[in-house]
């Protein structure tokens, strides 16, 4: 194992009685956590014979680190991101502290029941920080603890908790993980700890040499405090006596694979070992082992820093006192500690035999028939637990701010942007922004965020008027020396637009945290952030998380599709309308006009006030200005813009309607400009091409998505009556024509799907839509194959 660099100075302080009911707990909820697995698997019926799951060796790996946290150092203003699959053991601590019934432990992985990874919005006790995808949990806690400074710094004093991640040693695998770390220091965020469960496994197999040293650099290059915590007592006790320090030695050289392998072998092997390793100093190694039986060899091998009570707590009290970074506590386990799996490296998902757990039990001393007790009221340990609940709620250092979010907080419908004749659905989301800013109530709200590319996703105008945020006032050079520039970098902690460095997946977590500052901060935020369309699907993980999790934001993907000609194939989105579609939790829209835009906006940042049913909202728009063909908005036309499309050319009225030639076009974005000429063109052979403007592709498929199931009428009844079902269409779109395509399923009538499913390229936007079928000539083409059959 690697040599440690720097270690919590050892203070052998702490009461004893702490630790003796710490430790005590500690094999309470190893049990608990142990048998809520094997029960799930091994007693509860199991109808359908699937494989129900669960790790006992990885949460026993941070039973002694979790049960020293919850029960001695969180407070409830603390948010905790838990190594995922060590749920049991949040569960059963949970329980201990009598925030969860005892008849839930039997309901892990059941359905209604416990979930197999902690989630926020699915499990009863208190999560708040929702994990499963590993690094994502974990870096989460980041973007908590900055909007937790945010939430103060707008809304008032309150008190500061605590963001702290579990995490496993291979979850810093991870690539977001050092792109999180860095906006820590950058924001210097303090009120955050990582506590890293160093078991030097992972799920195949055992870490490689040196990564834990590369881990603490990283953790530290990125200007964190790294606390070790990496000796038992006992092993520290021993490195004290006459030539002790070959103990120590030979733990910091031994490499990773053997010592793992070494926790499965007796005390004579590992002796052995030992001695083999020392040559060259033989007698030194022999006279220091000589009074050391074989299985005190063992337990001095076992007895690593993040299994002793004592050392934990010192090393929570020394990252305590770190005040002006964030912290992350390197603690070395044992995966599977306490359990015949231990440290063997199939021990992933290994679960112990009813043979064992009966070992166990006995070993316990829990009562047959008592699997599932906790501690009586009078127990001393549930007197302790009381005690030491007391003082971490009454450390408390502020009383809790109230909250003054407004209820109801009111959007208006519209905010009369102005835009020109020929305009940009991204150049209106720049207008819209500037326009909401003069609403009080809601502009207090806003904050946006972007990855680097707020510029050009059209926040400048907004930036200027509320400023960059940071923790304190910083200097502004540009404007000291009297540089003018078009973006003024104001950055103050009254500041609303929060600045990211390159990396997608951080900008979805900030989201994700920005848009739960309700929940775990008691102030409404209204979270809007800009990333280029392309690279929506580089956070997608994240992106994933933020919805899981239950927040709630805007987000604009811009600019999309091959309209962005120039930028060449690498910047052309092609199938993020699907991923739109396909998360649940997040609608997706794709305005063609600015005033459709306005009221899509107004309309979703009311949904975000609306914490219990309210969506996202997903905004695929275009720098592509097109001619507005719709500019006055009424409650009619907006009710249909929000329910997905309208029709902007409709030929029924016509007296001949039904003699002539019809085709509809669904077209979305900025591609009505070709449909609506297509049409013109059309009218000129005699052919009625209806065009139906489709602003979320999203909301219609659900909509028949739910019909279907529900077998009750749906807008699309409305948007499209029986009588047009067998009238042949086309569907438009810059993007992947499977986003459309679904509709043929409602017509008896041909329909041809036009869109992009190839990769762009440089080019004018004329050669590329030309080349990909989605110009006006193509729409005209695919209405006579449609029509004609040619
Ligand atoms: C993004 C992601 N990839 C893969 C997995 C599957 N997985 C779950 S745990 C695990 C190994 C984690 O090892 P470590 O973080 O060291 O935790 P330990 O089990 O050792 O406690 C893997 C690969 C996952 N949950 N998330
Ligand atoms: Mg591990």
Redesign the pocket.
């Known amino acids: 194992m690697e040599n440690a660099i720097r270690s919590a100075p050892w203070s052998p302080t702490i009461d004893p009685d702490t630790i003796t009911y710490l430790e005590a707990l500690a094999q309470r909820v190893l049990w608990l956590s142990t048998y809520m697995i094997h029960y799930a698997n091994k007693v509860r019926p199991n109808p359908d014979g699937m494989k129900v799951g669960g790790h006992q060796a990885s949460c026993a790996?941070v039973v002694s680190l979790m049960t020293a946290l919850y029960f001695a150092m969180l407070r409830p203003q603390d948010h905790v991101a838990v190594k995922p699959h060590a749920s049991p053991v949040l569960h059963a601590i949970q329980y201990l502290l009598g925030r969860l019934p005892q008849s839930m432990l039997t309901t892990l992985r059941d359905f209604g029941g416990l979930q197999a990874y902690p989630s926020r919005t699915k499990d009863p006790d208190g999560v708040t920080i929702s994990t499963g995808s590993v690094g994502l949990g974990a870096a989460a806690t980041i973007f908590g603890a900055l909007t937790q400074r945010y939430v103060r710094d707008h809304f008032g004093p309150r008190p500061l908790g605590r963001y702290i991640a579990l995490v496993?040693?291979?979850e810093l695998d991870e690539g977001n993980i050092p792109e999180a770390l860095g906006e820590a220091s950058a924001y210097g965020l303090s009120d955050l700890w990582w506590i890293v469960?160093i078991?030097?496994?992972?799920l195949d197999h055992i870490a490689p040499e040196g990564q834990v040293v590369q881990i603490a650099r990283m953790f530290e290059a990125k200007g964190w405090e790294v606390i070790w915590l990496k000796y038992g007592s006992k092993q520290r006790a021993f490195f004290e006596r006459p030539q002790g320090h070959w103990l120590q030695q030979w733990i910091d050289d031994c490499t990773n694979a053997e010592y793992q392998s070494l926790l499965n072998a007796d005390g004579a092997e590992i002796r052995r070992a030992m001695l083999e390793w020392s040559t060259g100093n033989e007698a030194d190694m022999v006279q220091l082992l000589a009074d050391v039986d074989d299985a005190t060899l063992k337990e001095l091998l076992m007895n690593l820093g993040g299994h002793d009570i004592a050392q934990i707590l010192q090393a929570f009290a020394t990252a305590a006192k770190v005040e002006d970074r964030p912290v992350a506590v390197m603690a070395y386990t044992i995966?599977g500690w306490g359990l015949p799996i231990a440290g063997h490296i199939d021990n992933h998902a290994a679960q112990l035999t009813q043979a064992h757990i009966v070992a166990m039990q006995e070993h316990l001393g829990i009562a047959v028939g008592h699997e599932w007790d906790g501690y009586a009221a009078a127990d001393p340990i549930a007197q302790w637990i009381q005690h030491m609940q007391r003082q971490l709620m009454q450390s408390q250092p502020q009383p809790p701010a109230p909250s003054v979010a407004p209820r109801p907080l009111h959007v208006p419908e519209t905010v009369g942007i102005r835009v020109p004749e020929r305009a940009s659905t991204q150049g209106a989301f720049g207008h819209i922004l500037v326009a909401l800013s003069d609403i009080k109530e809601v502009a207090a709200r806003l904050v946006t965020t972007s990855p680097d590319v707020a510029v050009s996703t059209n926040l400048a105008n907004w930036i200027n008027q509320r400023g960059i945020y940071a923790p304190a006032e910083r200097p502004n050079y540009w404007a000291k020396h009297g540089i003018t520039s078009l973006l003024q970098w104001r950055e103050t902690a009254a500041g609303q637009h929060i600045e990211l460095g390159i990396a997608e997946n951080n900008f979805y977590l900030a989201l994700a945290m920005l848009g739960l500052a309700e929940e775990l901060h008691g102030e409404l935020l209204l979270p809007v952030g800009t990333v280029y369309d392309p690279f929506v699907a580089r956070g997608l993980d994240a992106l994933t998380y933020a919805a899981y999790a239950g927040a709630k934001f805007i987000f604009a993907g811009t600019p999309s599709g091959l309209s962005l000609s120039r930028e060449g194939g690498a910047h052309q989105s092609i199938y993020t309308p699907l991923v739109g579609m396909g998360l649940p939790g997040v609608l997706y829209y794709e305005p063609a006009y600015a005033a459709e835009l306005e009221c899509i906006m107004c309309w979703g940042l009311q949904q975000l006030t609306d914490r219990q049913h309210g969506q996202s909202l997903y905004l695929r728009l275009s720098t592509r200005p097109i001619t507005q063909a719709v500019r006055h908005s009424t409650p009619e036309w907006r009710r249909q813009v929000l329910a997905g499309g309208y029709w902007l050319r409709d030929y029924r009225a016509q007296p001949d309607y039904t003699q002539r030639p019809r085709v509809h076009i669904f077209a979305a974005g900025v591609m009505l400009e070709e449909a609506l000429q297509a049409s013109d063109m059309a009218s000129e052979d005699g052919i009625y091409a209806n065009v139906i403007n489709v602003t979320s592709a999203d909301r219609l498929f659900h909509a028949y998505v739910a019909a279907s199931q529900q077998d009750t009428p749906s807008y699309l009844d409305e948007l499209l009556p029986a009588a047009e079902r067998c009238v042949p269409a086309i569907t438009l779109l810059d993007g992947h024509p499977l986003t459309l395509a679904w509709l043929g399923a409602l017509f008896s009538a041909p329909l041809k799907p036009l869109g992009v499913s190839h990769f762009g390229e440089t080019g004018s936007l004329r050669q590329l839509y030309h080349k990909h079928h989605i110009d006006t000539d193509a729409v005209l083409t695919a209405m006579v194959q449609v029509l004609f059959g040619k």
């Open positions: 790996s496993g040693d291979a469960d078991n030097r496994q992972s995966k």
